[in-house]
């Protein structure tokens, strides 16, 4: 008697017919099922808040999980923006998420908006109850769709929007926002900085923007301290910077500038 040959094709098929049902009773449930869930990156919103945002589930199939219902769940709080989910298997999950934190002020209709770093407003006021220093940014024209909670400035699509946020995130990232109180976006071809000393820091367009803030921050530390009230630094030459003493006459209500500049790097 012939011993029975198995082809490739009928291998093949029973092999994925095996794995399909595997894969199966897996995702049913039955292996594999959530026991730990741990939150990291929250410092505000209490970890608990963030599992019951999620939908997780103790004994939930971990293969069930989907990434991005999580994250829609998560940042229904305005607070969270979801970052990863972390599957450690066969066990465990972790959600990962950042706390939006504010960077900037806007102001609307009376009201105070606070933004973090995404353009996405976080926060409303009638008034100024907060103690942070943050820059305000003027120059932006803001509609009530972008002044409601959880509404992005950016998605507005305005340039001067973008451009914003871009900048205030440069001076987040070279440490130089705590001394700016003002940036104006009015005109993308003459974008400037108040500082809180009331120096004007004129960066012109939108162009190269971390090499002039660069330049800004090596040179206001040696602006003497006796000329820097209502001065003008001017940065927009990105490998040279100005400076310009501004003064208010005795005898007149009028600012006069003096015509030398009394700092230049080259």
Known sequence: MKEKKWKPGRIAAITLIAVITLGAWIASGNVMMISSIGVEGSDIVPADEV???????????????NSFDIKQRVESNRFLRFVALD???????????????????LQYMGNYLLADAEGVVIARY?????????PFITG???TEAMA????SIIASGAPNALAAFNIINELNAQEMSDG???????DLD?????TLDGIQVM??????????????KAVLPQLPSDTKPGGLLDVTAVNKADYLQTRISKTSSLDEVDSQSVFGQQ
């Not at 599992?51 to 999980?65: F, K």
């Not at 009638?126 to 943050?134: A, G, V």
């Not at 409601?148 to 509404?151: P, S, T, V, W």
């Open 51 to 65: 599992i019951r945002l999620s939908g997780l589930q103790y004994g939930q199939a971990i293969l069930s999980v």
């Open 148 to 151: 409601r909670l959880d509404a």
């Open 126 to 134: 009638s008034q100024l109850e907060f103690s942070e220093d943050l």
């Open 203 to 216: 960066l012109g367009d939108n162009y190269e923007i971390p090499a002039k803030i660069a330049l800004a």
């Open 180 to 186: 700016i109180s003002e940036l104006n976006v009015a």
């Open 140 to 142: 932006l024209e803001i």
């Open 87 to 105: 599957k450690q298997y066969p066990s465990r999950v972790v959600i990962m998420v950042e706390t939006r934190k504010p960077v900037a002020i």
């Open 190 to 194: 003459n974008i400037y900085l108040v």
